[in-house]
C-alpha cells in the first residue's frame, strides 16, 4: 500500500505532465496563427496545426480529468488541514487552474479547431492555456515547497503571491460560489451562442 | 538534423534531472539518528566527509537533573547555495537508539526554540554557526558521550554528493545532584507562544525559594531584569512580546538561601499566529474563482466567436450592394409628386412646386452650397 502523498504525487505529475503538452501545443498553434512564416512555414503547415491541436485537447482533456483525484488526494496528504498560507493557496491556485482549463477545453470543443482561425480566438485560447499553466506550475511549485523546501520557481522570475494568502469567510466564499455558477449559467444559457467554426 | 537536436535536448532534459539530489531543501528540524538511520548522507556511494569542523562545548561535569548547556559550533563547510546546515546532537553513532533522550538527557530547548536533536539553520556568510541545546542531565549518573553530526550539500557538487563530519565522543560526568540544589521541575519545558503574546512565561521549579529572570533580545550584551512574580516552585516572568524575526533570550537565576543556580540561556520560542483558513472555505473560494474565471473566458469567447447574424456571416454589406431594401409601408416615394415640379433656368437646383407653391431642394440637382 502506499499513502496519499505518494498517490498525490503521481497523480499530480500525470497532471502537470499532460498539461505541458496541451498548453505548449496550444501555444504553438497560436504562435502559427499569427506568424504563418515561422520556422519556414513548419509549425504552420496543416499537419502539424493538426497534430498540436489534437495534443492540446487531448492533454488538457486527460490532465482536467486527472485535476480533481490530484486535488482530493493533496487534500487527503494535508490530513483535510490548511495550517499555512501556502497550503491555502495551493488550493485557490489549483481552482484558478481549473478554470483556466475548462474554459480551454470547453472553448475548443464549442468552437471546434477552425478556432485556430480566427487571430482574436486563437491569441484568447493560446493566452488561455499560458495562464492555465502558469496556475497549475504554481500549484504544483507549491507542493515542492511545502515537501522539499524548495522549488523550481525558486530561480524562475515569475513567482506570484504565496507567502501571504487572502482568506474569505466561508459565507463570502459560499455567496462568491453562487455568483460563479450563476454567472456560468448566464453566459451559457442566456449570452450569445458560439457556435462551431467551419474549416475553410 | 532535427532528430539529432531532440535527442540532444531529451538527454539535456533528462540529465538536469539528475542535479538535485537528497533534500537540498532540507527536511525541517525532527528527531533523528545517526545520518537520519541510513540515508543519502550515510550510504558511501554517495557520501563525502565534510571539509568542515566542528567541535562540542559542554560543561564535563553535571548534576543529574539539572540543566546544562551544550554548545556545537561549525565552521569552514562549503555550503550549497541556499547554505543550509542540518546539525544532529546524538548519544551515540550506532544508526539506532542515537538520540540523546534514548540515553537519559532531556531536551528543554533546541536551538531553534523546539525540543529535537536534529535542526536545521542557515549558515551565516562568516561561514561559522553555533548552536546551543539546553539540556537535562540524565537522572542516573554516571559516564556520559555526546556527540554531534553535520549533513550539508555543496556548490558545485558534480557529484551531486551529500556530506557529513562526525565529532568525537565528548565526555560528560553526570554526579549525583546536590541535596535541596534549585533548579527546573523535571517535566517543565519552555513555552512556545504565538507574535506579539506578551502573556507572562511559566517557570516551574523545585527547592526553589526565590527567582530573578534577565532577559535581551539576540544580539545585545547587557540583558535586563525582568518582573518575576509567584511563589511555591511556579513563577511567572514578564518578558516583552517578540515581534517579526527578532529572538528573546532570557536566564533563570533560581536559589533557595542554600543555593544559587545561574541556569543557562534560553530562548522565546515563538511561532506565527495560527493560520485562520479552514479546509472547506478553500475549496469554496477556489471552485468560486474557478467559475468566475470560467464564467468570464467563456463570454469572451462568445463575443469573438462569429455567429449567426453577424455581418461576415449574413453577408449583410454584399447583399445591401445588390439591391436596396425596401421602403417601410406609407414611406414609398410619391411619383406624382416629383412630375409635378418645375425645373427653373434662373434658380439652378431648385424645382418650384406650383401645389404647396413652393421651392424645394433637386435631388438630382443639388443647389450650390448643398451637399
Aim: charged share 15%; proline share 7%.
Amino acid at each position: 500500500m502506499f499513502g496519499p502523498a505518494t498517490f498525490h504525487a503521481a497523480m499530480a505529475e500525470v497532471v502537470v505532465g499532460s498539461m505541458m503538452l496541451a498548453s505548449l501545443c496550444a501555444i504553438g498553434c497560436a504562435t502559427a496563427t499569427f506568424l504563418p512564416g515561422i520556422a519556414g512555414g513548419w509549425l504552420s503547415s496543416e499537419r502539424v496545426m493538426v497534430t498540436m491541436d489534437k495534443a492540446s485537447i487531448a492533454g488538457a482533456l486527460l490532465g482536467l480529468a486527472v485535476m480533481p483525484i490530484a486535488a482530493l488526494s493533496g487534500s487527503f496528504a494535508a490530513d483535510n488541514v490548511v495550517n499555512s498560507a501556502l497550503l491555502y493557496n495551493k488550493f485557490v491556485y489549483t481552482g484558478l487552474a481549473f478554470g483556466f482549463w475548462a474554459s480551454f477545453v470547453v472553448g475548443r470543443v464549442r468552437l471546434g479547431p477552425g478556432i485556430w482561425q480566427h487571430k482574436s480566438l486563437s491569441a484568447l485560447q493560446g493566452a488561455t492555456a499560458a495562464m492555465a499553466m502558469l496556475m497549475t506550475t504554481m500549484a504544483s511549485s507549491i507542493g515542492g515547497k511545502l515537501v522539499r523546501g524548495e522549488s523550481l520557481f525558486d530561480i524562475m522570475p515569475v513567482w506570484l503571491p504565496s507567502d501571504s494568502a487572502t482568506v474569505l469567510s466561508p459565507i463570502l466564499s459560499a455567496a462568491l460560489l453562487v455568483v460563479g455558477i450563476a454567472a456560468l449559467v448566464v453566459v451559457i444559457r442566456l449570452g450569445p451562442k458560439a457556435e462551431r467554426i467551419s474549416l475553410d | 538534423m532535427r532528430h539529432r537536436v531532440a535527442v540532444l535536448a531529451v538527454i539535456a532534459l533528462l540529465l538536469a534531472t539528475g542535479a538535485s539530489m537528497a533534500n537540498p531543501g532540507g527536511e525541517g528540524d525532527a528527531d533523528r539518528d545517526f545520518t537520519c538511520g541510513g540515508s543519502c548522507h550515510g550510504d558511501p556511494a554517495l557520501s563525502s566527509p565534510s571539509d568542515g569542523t566542528i567541535s562540542i562545548f559542554v560543561d564535563p561535569l553535571a548534576f543529574s537533573g539539572t540543566a546544562t548547556a551544550v554548545h556545537v559550533t561549525a565552521s569552514g563547510m562549503s555550503l550549497s547555495g541556499n547554505r543550509l546546515l542540518g546539525v544532529f546532537l546524538l548519544g551515540s553513532a550506532n544508526g539506532n537508539d542515537d538520540h540523546p533522550e534514548d540515553h537519559g538527557w532531556g531536551i528543554l530547548q533546541d536551538p531553534n526554540g523546539g525540543t529535537r536533536n536534529y535542526v536545521e539553520v542557515v549558515v551565516p556568510p562568516s561561514g561559522s554557526v553555533t548552536l546551543t541545546w539546553v539540556m537535562l542531565a540524565p537522572e542516573q549518573p554516571g559516564i556520559q558521550t555526546l556527540l554531534a553530526e553535520i549533513h550539508h550539500g555543496s556548490t558545485p557538487n558534480s557529484n551531486n554528493w551529500a556530506y557529513s563530519s562526525l565529532t568525537r565522543g565528548y565526555v560528560v560526568d553526570v554526579q549525583p545532584v546536590p541535596e535541596n540544589l534549585p533548579g527546573f521541575a523535571f517535566d517543565w519545558s519552555p513555552e512556545t507562544r504565538v507574535t506579539g503574546d506578551a502573556s507572562p512565561t511559566e517557570i516551574r521549579t523545585r527547592n526553589t525559594t526565590s527567582v530573578s529572570v534577565q532577559w535581551m533580545l539576540e544580539g545585545e550584551w547587557v540583558p535586563h531584569d525582568a518582573e518575576v512574580t509567584g511563589e511555591g516552585d511556579q513563577w511567572h516572568a514578564m518578558l516583552p512580546a517578540t515581534i517579526g524575526e527578532t529572538r528573546i533570550q532570557y536566564q533563570v537565576t533560581t536559589s533557595n538561601g542554600d543555593f544559587s543556580i545561574v541556569q543557562p540561556w534560553l530562548t522565546v520560542a515563538t511561532e506565527p499566529a495560527a493560520f485562520d483558513g479552514e479546509i472547506w472555505g478553500a475549496r469554496m473560494q477556489s471552485l468560486a474563482f474557478g467559475l468566475l474565471v470560467m464564467a468570464f473566458l467563456l463570454s469572451l469567447q462568445a463575443r469573438l466567436s462569429p455567429w449567426e447574424g453577424r455581418p461576415e456571416i449574413d453577408h449583410t454589406d454584399e447583399v445591401e450592394s445588390v439591391e436596396a431594401p425596401p421602403e417601410p409601408p406609407g414611406l414609398e416615394p410619391d411619383q406624382d409628386y416629383w412630375s409635378r415640379l418645375v425645373p427653373s433656368d434662373e434658380n439652378p437646383g431648385w424645382l418650384w412646386d406650383p401645389v404647396e407653391e413652393e421651392w424645394v431642394a433637386d435631388p438630382d440637382n443639388p443647389p450650390e452650397g448643398d451637399e
